[in-house]
């Protein structure tokens, strides 16, 4: 699986990406794992994404200029959410739901990291953007 990390202030974000998921999607299945900090979604065609926060920053792997971008955009401390796939389309669709919004920096570790609102500025304007292609 592939991963996409958003990163932001709030420890509610979990809660609220499940309902907005539910919102945008109501034909999927949404699951809690055994850990509270973990969810999944399911698509009726069978796409999925794990959701997982983590209060850990530096267990991300981010480089020195990275923690300092992640450091600088937020005011208190960062919260890691990982959003785990195998379908980029699916994510991406996810996340244009999910993180349209300055309250989010958006790392797709294929070397973006942008802001919520422009990481989907992004993926709108190229519709057709595979990420990898940039590694």
Known sequence: MESVIVVTDSSETLPLFEKLMRQHLPSAVSNRMTD??????????????????????????????????INHYFSSKPMVYTLSYREIDFVKWALSVLVDSSHYLIDNDCGTLLPGHEFVLKMRKNPNWYWFDDL
């Open 36 to 69: 509270p900090e973990e969810f999944t979604v399911e698509s009726s065609s069978g796409q999925r994404i794990y959701f997982r926060k983590s209060d850990e920053v530096n267990a991300v792997g981010w480089d020195e200029n990275e923690l300092l971008i």
